[in-house]
């Protein structure tokens, strides 16, 4: 049994067996995704919840050959809506004056769709993965009642800064099946971090999809030097409404517990961005909040076409870490702030991908759609 699953569903197995990438045009929608049953015996898509010996029963699909999309409506969410979700709490005032940003987070387990007929046995925060991307002003108290419906012990770790008893890890801040933790600290320092679960073994709570964005935007006050800068970061204000900005979390998941991921891609869904590209008004610059979470895989990255970005990392700056590059590499947990135009270009379609050539097979590419568009 296990030779079969190595054989038919291991690695490129499962994506290239059921999703194959026609054509090399990028015009427009032109990347179709053509979505194949798996071959394997059986002929079922993986499931990543089943036995081998479960998948083997669905032998009525064998062969078939559709147009893949997977069922954004059964899985809740979709990969576009996710780019622009921004989950900024209810907000209240402290007695001292400052701000309270109150967040509800609850853990669910949730069977999911990751590519085409391909199942994941998710644990999720609010029913999606990634869970909300949690944004907040430089300086605020955050307050995050987190409740754990789920099957396992899990937690919240933010990547911040917060006491011990905050830190979301077994002993302090883990909550139980039917428990409750709250966590609060003040949001500091600004830039594009994350969360995840930390219980153990931990690799396998992350991997399960236990993990999201969390954002703090730089308060103008506190970099007076920097003001315009700090300010157009801010949300709502028109200098931050001069751009299209965008979360990617980017993901993967081992779909046959081989300890290597089988599906690859951003915001969860495999080739979601090819089928869906991403419309960019060309006179409009872009601002990517990028975080990598993928496990098992040391090292991912983000390469853009056509075109070179700055790049902030972990954004906890103003101004660029890097400057005019078309890649970077991120190891797991490590993120930044991207940003680009395309305001001298063509308008048309242009590829945005991991440079390690096998995720991108695997499901880690998209394309921009830069149009004329102003809005
Ligand atoms: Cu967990």
Redesign the pocket.
């Known amino acids: 049994m296990l030779d079969w699953l190595r054989g038919n569903l291991s690695r490129r197995g499962v994506l290239t067996g059921a999703a194959i990438c026609t054509g090399g045009a990028l015009t427009g929608t032109a990347a179709t995704l053509v979505a194949q049953a798996q071959t394997a015996p059986g002929g079922a898509p993986p499931t990543a919840g089943a036995a081998a010996g479960h998948a083997g029963q669905h032998g009525a699909h064998g062969g078939m050959i559709s147009v893949g999309e997977v069922d954004h409506a059964r899985n809740g969410f979709d990969p576009t809506a996710l780019l622009t979700d921004w989950t900024t709490g209810t907000v209240s005032t402290l007695p001292g004056g400052q701000r309270l940003r109150t967040y509800e987070v609850t ?1 669910e387990d949730k069977e999911i769709e990751v590519a085409p007929g391909v199942k994941f046995a998710a ?1 999720t925060y609010n029913g999606r993965v990634p869970g909300p991307t949690l944004r907040a002003t430089e300086g605020d108290r955050i307050r995050i009642v987190f409740r754990n419906r ?1 099957s ?4 919240m770790h933010f990547h911040g800064i917060h006491s011990a008893r905050m830190d979301g890890v077994p002993g302090a801040g883990e909550a139980l099946p039917g428990g409750e933790f709250v966590y609060e600290f003040d949001a500091f320092p600004f830039g594009c971090h994350l969360y995840h ?3 153990v073994p931990l690799k ?3 991997h ?1 999809g ?1 993990y999201g964005a969390f954002i703090i935007d730089p308060d103008p006050a506190r970099h007076p030097e920097q003001a315009a800068l700090a300010r157009s970061r801010l949300l709502g204000t028109p200098e931050n409404r001069e751009w299209q900005e965008l979360v990617m979390v980017m993901n993967g998941f081992d779909t046959n517990f081989d300890g290597e991921n089988e599906v690859y891609g951003v915001n969860t869904v495999a080739h979601h961005f090819l089928k869906h590209p991403i419309r960019i008004a060309r006179a409009k610059p872009v601002r990517i909040y990028l975080v990598n979470i993928l496990e098992f895989d040391l090292i991912n990255s983000f390469h853009l076409h056509a075109n070179f970005f700055d790049y902030y990392d972990h954004g906890t700056s103003l101004t660029p870490t890097l400057r005019t590059v078309d890649t970077i590499m991120q190891c797991q947990a490590q993120r930044g702030i991207i940003e680009f135009s395309y305001r001298n270009h063509e308008t048309g379609a242009y590829m945005f991908h991991a440079h390690q050539s096998e995720f991108a097979e695997l499901g880690w590419m998209g394309l921009f759609e830069v149009t004329e568009a102003t809005a």
């Open positions: 853990a644990w789920g396992h012990p899990h937690t679960c930390h219980s396998r709570h992350i399960k236990l």
